[in-house]
């Protein structure tokens, strides 16, 4: 059995070991980390699995690129981002909602858009849990743009693998 210290341990360490490592220094972000609890967005099949360096599925039928990033990704993104407490975010890829969580945190309002209904409606309930108001979720493919709520202060795209490599091959 997993006890509370168990699961604050592993959430310490994958912030010590893997993040801060990685170059995500900027305290602010580390201290959200410990904030917006990722086992929480993470299938329970796959709790066991959230503080590792790994990206996990979404879904227990997930397809490729139907993943979570990685704690030490989200953490470079979310550093490198430097969103300021009045931006508008677009998010393309909610996802586990995981980083939207962490994108509400750290702006004004953000505007997220899923093509999968079922990662969306998952999403939202997530979020609720936590309180987290500050997020308009749609579903539809936004690879190619979303002026709904524009404009934005900042384009996060966390998967469109399929409109990224149709991009490389031209």
């Avoid at 936590?130 to 690879?143: F, K, M």
């Amino acid at each position: 059995m997993t006890t509370q210290t168990d699961i604050e341990r592993a959430r310490f360490n994958m912030v010590e070991q893997q993040i801060r490592p990685w170059d995500v220094l900027d305290q602010n972000v580390l201290d959200l980390l410990f904030e917006v609890r990722r086992e929480d967005f993470v299938l329970p099949q796959y709790r066991s699995l959230a503080f590792f360096d790994m990206e996990i599925p979404l879904a227990a039928d997930a397809g490729a690129g139907e993943q979570m990033l990685s704690p030490k990704l989200e953490a470079r993104m979310l550093q490198e981002l430097a969103l300021k407490p009045t931006d508008r975010v677009l998010e393309i890829g909610t996802g586990s909602g995981y980083m939207t969580a962490l994108l509400a945190h750290r702006a004004a309002h953000v505007t997220s858009v899923e093509i999968k209904s079922a990662y969306s409606a998952q999403a939202a309930e997530r979020l609720a849990a936590h309180g987290i108001r500050n997020v308009t979720l749609e579903v539809g493919d936004g690879a190619r743009g979303w002026p709904r709520n524009a404009p934005y202060d900042v384009i996060v795209l966390t998967r469109s693998e399929e409109h990224t490599s149709e991009l490389q091959s031209h």
